[in-house]
């Protein structure tokens, strides 16, 4: 995925109230611009970092920037949680997941379970359903393992128990976790960090949902679904 148009680099000076940051350009203009990601971003928040801006021209926005990549630990970090289910398309029409091949349908932002909506619904007369849930990963603390999450997310465990249920009424369910970051070579859970989750993790793949992760190739150009790594916690029903 190419950005276009091109980013513009910055240094960050301050994230905040969920929504807003803080950046200097490189002409020295101080700028106010709206972050497209509401979680924790834990490690990604230093001030000083080098960062890439998307900014939009025209229309009637209040921030035309918006915050896109983040410098942390030597790599460029993706923290736009609008790119993985589009990421995550791009893969499957590669084949880069190759057990998602071969499905005659694709739906986006579908309703299903309890008040929610499944990020891609894959269908196919002989195939049947297949319920893929994408999640934006990127946290890493120490050596080459990515983690998720990085903070509390009841809502990412209900997905779980939902994911659960179309198991349990005969149609494959698959949680995708699409790192924006390069420098990790495998997934693992923040069972400190959110013990919820974990468990309903353990209890998705103990009912036959199925977990896959896969990373990404960054640069200021481009953004790309790079290669499956695995995902480190027991009991994983593994996606090819």
């Known amino acids: 995925m190419k950005f276009d148009p091109p980013l513009v680099p910055a ?21 106010t611009g709206s972050c497209p990601n509401t979680g924790s971003m834990r490690g990604l928040t230093t001030p000083g970092s080098r960062c890439f801006l998307t900014r939009h021209s025209g229309g009637t926005r209040k921030y035309p920037h918006a915050l896109e990549l983040v410098e ?44 929610s909506r499944i990020d891609i619904l894959l269908s196919d007369p002989s195939k049947g359903l297949a319920y893929v849930e994408v999640k934006n990963v990127h946290f890493r603390r120490t050596g080459r393992m990515a983690e998720f999450p990085d903070s509390v ?11 659960g249920a179309m198991v349990e009424a ?8 699409l790192i924006q970051r390069s420098d990790v070579d495998s997934l693992s ?17 103990k009912r ?33």
Request: charge should be negative.
């Open 11 to 31: 240094t960050l000076i301050r994230r905040y109230k969920r929504f807003l940051f803080d950046a200097e350009l490189e002409t020295g203009e101080r700028i």
């Open 72 to 115: 942390a630990d030597g790599t460029l970090v993706g923290i736009n949680t609008a790119r993985p289910n589009r990421l995550v398309e791009e893969a499957i029409d590669r084949g880069l997941i190759r057990s998602l091949e071969g499905y005659t349908e694709r739906k986006a932002e579908q309703k299903y379970g309890i008040n």
């Open 153 to 163: 997310t009841a809502r990412g465990a209900k997905h779980l128990e939902e994911l």
């Open 170 to 177: 005969g149609h494959r369910a698959i949680m995708v976790y």
């Open 189 to 205: 859970l923040c069972r400190d960090l959110d013990p919820a989750y974990a468990l309903a993790f353990d209890r998705a793949m």
């Open 208 to 240: 036959g949902v199925e977990a896959c992760a896969i990373r990404c190739k960054i640069t200021s150009e481009h953004i790309d679904a790079e290669t499956m790594v695995p995902v480190e916690e027991s009991g994983v029903n593994s996606v090819s």
